[in-house]
């Protein structure tokens, strides 16, 4: 039984997980919109609404937390408390969506589109 267990495992060990995350939250913001599966994509969601929530504070914490989950780019950082922050501080929530695409065409695998709202 998975009780209180969080996400999924996508078929990776923990360091390769992470650094997956990693990289496909930074390339949602620098694109606000990617290609990927769908398993991916909702194991995604949460991670990017958590960083949304913490960069509309706008402190040097925030940017802090930020640097340290995004690989110390600050290039991404800048554009996450900067760009996308600032359009979502009304809203309490939902900042991404996932659209069903498909299947690729390779391995059939259901792909999805996650992009902000």
Do not use: C, W
């Not at 969080?6 to 930074?26: D, F, I, P, S, Y």
């Amino acid at each position: 039984m998975r009780h209180l267990v969080e996400g999924k495992k996508l078929g990776r060990v923990k360091r390769q997980r992470t650094a997956l995350m990693r990289n496909l939250v930074t390339s949602l913001i620098l694109h606000e919109r990617i290609t990927t599966t769908t398993a991916k994509a909702k194991a995604l969601r949460p991670k990017i609404e958590r960083l949304l929530t913490i960069a509309k504070k706008d402190d040097l914490n925030a940017k802090r937390q930020l640097m340290k989950e995004l690989y110390n780019n600050q290039v991404v950082v800048r554009k996450l408390v900067k760009v996308l922050a600032p359009k979502y501080l009304e809203r309490k929530g939902g900042y991404v969506r996932v659209v069903r695409q498909g299947t690729r065409a390779g391995d059939s695998a259901p792909t999805s589109v996650i992009e902000f709202v």
